[in-house]
Antibody, heavy 118, light 112 residues
Framework: QVQLVQSGTEVKKPGASVKVSCKAS????????ISWVRQAPGQGLEWMGW?????GNTNYAQGRVTLTTDTSTSTAYMELWSLRSDDTAVYYC??????????????WGQGTLVTVSS | QSVLTQPPSVSAAPGQKVTISCSGS????????VSWYQQLPGTAPKLLIY???KRPSGIPDRFSGSKSGTSATLAITGLQTGDEAGYYC?????????????FGTGTKVTVL
């Protein structure tokens, strides 16, 4: 079955960067894209961006984010730069069928808590 | 803030029906498929409905989706205590300046 396993909790200082990993298994990694979604405490879902695991094409909703994939290990990465306190959130990866854009997000990772605090 | 508007909360007794609306525009809902996600407390979201009205395997037929114009609706019949969760609509927003995926504001379902 499809599984997405994310890296563990991170605590960072303002201005630093964080890199979260998402290791996929149970399907052909290059057949789908990976979306990243975050959820601040007590808030709703915010889509951050998408990367095609097939050709590396990306689509971002905001700046300060870089999405990459490593097809040799079926792992996707989300790096967020110049962290601020309002970046404190749980970050999720999710598979996105489609080669050029997001249609829906069908399998989700367990989430990674990133806390930004001085 | 989100371009898709949902009611903050809905509630009903066990066994009853609730509907959740998701209001958008011609750049998102009207011209793209809508999906719905359920988020139980403390867990990751789960896909409930995709392509407006299709259910992934394992999702009971108590959950149904529909779309008309710039709005979409999720209906839950035979409400159960285990349905208490947050529900989010989502769709592609194909505006030329910056196409991207968007979520609704979210709706908390309470079983009375």
């Amino acid at each position: 079955q499809v599984q997405l396993v994310q890296s563990g909790t991170e605590v960072k200082k303002p201005g630093a960067s964080v890199k979260v990993s998402c290791k996929a298994s149970g399907y052909n990694f290059t057949k789908y894209g990976i979306s990243w979604v975050r959820q601040a405490p007590g808030q709703g879902l915010e889509w951050m961006g998408w990367i095609s695991a097939y050709n590396g094409n990306t689509n971002y909703a905001q700046g300060r984010v870089t999405l990459t994939t490593d097809t040799s290990t079926s792992t996707a990465y989300m790096e967020l730069w110049s962290l601020r306190s309002d970046d404190t959130a749980v970050y999720y990866c999710a598979t996105s069928p489609g080669l050029r854009r997001v249609y829906y997000l069908d399998h989700w990772g367990q989430g990674t808590l990133v806390t930004v605090s001085s | 803030q989100s371009v898709l508007t949902q009611p903050p909360s809905v509630s009903a007794a066990p066994g009853q029906k609730v509907t959740i609306s998701c209001s958008g525009s011609s750049s998102n809902i009207e011209n793209n498929y809508v999906s719905w996600y359920q988020q139980l407390p403390g867990t990751a979201p789960k896909l409930l409905i995709y392509e407006n009205n299709k259910r992934p395997s394992g999702i009971p037929d108590r959950f149904s989706g529909s779309k008309s114009g710039t709005s979409a609706t999720l209906a839950i019949t035979g409400l159960q205590t285990g349905d208490e969760a947050g529900y989010y609509c989502g769709t592609w927003d194909s505006r030329l300046s910056a196409p991207h995926y968007v979520f609704g504001t979210g709706t908390k379902v309470t079983v009375l």
